[in-house]
C-alpha cells in the first residue's frame, strides 16, 4: 500500500509542479511573507507613558490614549490634592493599569454618576474608581469582562492598607508574576504578520491539490486506479503525502529566505521558525483540501480557502493586539491555528523549550478533527 500510495502521489507532484499557479502558491508568496519581516521588524513600539494621565474634564475620551498594555482605570478624584495624586502613583506603580485622573472635587454627586453611567458606552476603560476623602469608603465599577478587575481590587485594598498605615514610610510593593501564556504582542508581530501573509499561500496550496482530485475523479482516473492493486487507502494516503510536500515545500521556501535575505532579530532560531511555519502550513493546506471536498469545484473550493485565511488570520490576533479584547474574543482566538503558533513563538522567545510540544501538540489536535472531516468529504463524494 505505501508503495502504491508513492507512486500516485510521486506521478502527481510532477503535474502539480508545472501548474503556474504552485509557483505563486509555493515560492512567491512565502518568498515575500517571510522577507518583509525585515521592514515588519522595524516598526515602531508605542511608548508607554508610566505616570497617572491627567484629563481636562469627565467627559474627556481616553480611548485614542490606551496603550493595550494595561488596564485603563479611570479614576473621579473627589479629593484632587497632593495626597490623592500619590494614591494614584502608587495604585499606577504597579506597572499593570493605566490611571487617569480627572477632578471632580467641584461637581455635584448627580454629575459624577451620570458620568459614570456615560462613560461604559462611549469610551475605552476597563474600571472605574469613584475616589472618596476617605480612600477606603470608594466604590469601584467593573466594566466588562477581564480577570486583571480582580488585581485591581486587590491593589486597591493594598495601596489603601498602606496609606493607613501608622508608619510613614510604608511603601507599595508588588510582585509580577508573567505566564507563559502570555503574548506580547509587540514581540512577536513580526513572526505574526509573515504566518498570517503565508496561510494565504498554504490554503491555496490545499486548493492546488485539491485540484488534482477532482480533476481524476472528473477524468475517471480514480475509477481506474481502483481496479489496479491499489484502493482507496492508498489513494487517500498518497494525497497526504502530496500535502506533507507541499507544506515541506513552502517551509523549506521559506526557510531558505529566512537564512538568505532575513538581518531582523525576531527572538527565534531558524529551526524554531521552520518547525512553525511548517506546521502551519500542514494544517492548511490539509485544511482547504478537506472542506474543499464539500464544495465539489475549484471556484467553490478557493472562494472557501480565501474565507478561511481572512477569519483566522483576523480572529487569532495575527494583525492586531487583542489583549484588552472581551473574554469571549480571546477563547474564539483560541480556535484559531494561528494564536497557537504565536504562543509557541512566545515561549521560544522567552527560551522556553515548551514550545515544541505545545506546537507539536495543537498541530496534532487540528490534523485529527481535520482528518474526520476529508473522510466525511470523500464518503459522500462516494456516496454520489
Given at each position: ?104 472635587s467641584n461637581v455635584s454627586e448627580d454629575e459624577i ?70 503574548i506580547d504582542y509587540y514581540e512577536t508581530r513580526t ?194
Open positions: 500500500m505505501l508503495n502504491n500510495a508513492l507512486r500516485m502521489a510521486k506521478s502527481t507532484a510532477k503535474l502539480l509542479l508545472r501548474n503556474k499557479a504552485f509557483l505563486v502558491v509555493g515560492i512567491v508568496i512565502p518568498l515575500i511573507a517571510t522577507v518583509c519581516m525585515n521592514l515588519w521588524n522595524n516598526m515602531d513600539k508605542p511608548e508607554k507613558k508610566d505616570e497617572v494621565y491627567e484629563l481636562e474634564s469627565m467627559n474627556t475620551q481616553i480611548a485614542y490614549q490606551v496603550d493595550f498594555y494595561r488596564y485603563p482605570v479611570k479614576v473621579y478624584d473627589k479629593i484632587y490634592n497632593e495626597e490623592s495624586k500619590n494614591f494614584c502613583d502608587n495604585l499606577d506603580a504597579a506597572g499593570v493599569f493605566q490611571i487617569f485622573r480627572v477632578d471632580v454618576m451620570d458620568s459614570v453611567k456615560f462613560t461604559p458606552k462611549n469610551d475605552k476603560v476597563g474600571a472605574i474608581i469613584v475616589l472618596e476623602d476617605n480612600f477606603s469608603d470608594s466604590t469601584i465599577y467593573e466594566i466588562g469582562e477581564d480577570d486583571r478587575f480582580d488585581l485591581l481590587v486587590n491593589s486597591f485594598e493594598l495601596v489603601v492598607k498602606n496609606h493607613n498605615a501608622v508608619s510613614g514610610d510604608s511603601v507599595v510593593t508588588y510582585v509580577s508574576v508573567k505566564s507563559d501564556d502570555d513572526v505574526g504578520y509573515c504566518i498570517a501573509i503565508a496561510t494565504i499561500a498554504f490554503v491555496f496550496g490545499g486548493v492546488l491539490v485539491l485540484g488534482t482530485i477532482l480533476q481524476e475523479k472528473q477524468d475517471h482516473v480514480y475509477s481506474r486506479i481502483l481496479l489496479t492493486k491499489a484502493n482507496k487507502a492508498s489513494y487517500l494516503l498518497s494525497k497526504i503525502f502530496l500535502v506533507i510536500g507541499t507544506s515541506l515545500f513552502q517551509a523549506i521556501v521559506m526557510l531558505l529566505a529566512f537564512v538568505l535575505f532575513v538581518r531582523a532579530d525576531i527572538g527565534i532560531t531558524v529551526f524554531q521558525f521552520f518547525i512553525v511555519v511548517f506546521l502551519e502550513g500542514l494544517i492548511f493546506n490539509l485544511l482547504s483540501v478537506c472542506t474543499g471536498l464539500f464544495c465539489k469545484s475549484m471556484a467553490g473550493s478557493a472562494f472557501l480557502s480565501f474565507v478561511i485565511w481572512s477569519l483566522s488570520a483576523l480572529l487569532s490576533g495575527s494583525y492586531f493586539d487583542i489583549s484588552g479584547a472581551s473574554e469571549t474574543y480571546r477563547k474564539v482566538a483560541l480556535l484559531m491555528p494561528e494564536r497557537w503558533a504565536l504562543f509557541s513563538v512566545s515561549r521560544f522567545q522567552n527560551g522556553n523549550s515548551s514550545g515544541y510540544s505545545l506546537m507539536l501538540c495543537a498541530t496534532l489536535a487540528y490534523l485529527v478533527i481535520i482528518f474526520v472531516i476529508g473522510i466525511l468529504g470523500l464518503k459522500l463524494n462516494d456516496e454520489e
